[in-house]
């Protein structure tokens, strides 16, 4: 028996596809499909607000330059808030990074579920419903090379 992917929920062999408790032979699955399900808004929401999260301190660094250079206060002042504005623009440069790496994993996860169909026994069967997008594709993968070798046999 050759193992094409397992991790504690999903295996995959040359025999059967096993999710959770449920098992299905090979044998028995006579059309595999994939689809995606009902987007997360939640998911959109939060590359959003990670956006924001890095235009933020920027926005406000550029309206406090502009402030002091409005407000007609003395020289000292407007440089002070000239300097704070860029400290805060500044800011961003080391949040930067661990938010573009949160929006990176955003979409490695995708935002729609994605679903693994098969017909068993003349009945359309929801095999799997993930998130992770790259789990989804290796799983969906080692499924498909799991029925090539079966039908070579």
Known sequence: MVTYYSDKLVQVTSDAIRVGD??????ELARVWHAKGARSWRAVAG?????????GPLAAAG??????LTLHTSLDVTIAIVGVSCLLG????PLADVMLE???RSY???SRSLEIWATWRGQPVLLLQTGDALRFGQIYRALQRALESSAVR
């Open 22 to 27: 449920r098992r299905y032979p090979l044998g």
């Open 47 to 55: 590359r959003g607000a990670i956006g924001i999260a890095l235009l």
């Open 63 to 68: 309206i406090g330059i502009a402030v002091a």
């Open 90 to 93: 500044l800011g961003v440069g």
């Open 102 to 104: 949160r929006m990176d």
């Open 108 to 110: 490695a996860r995708g």
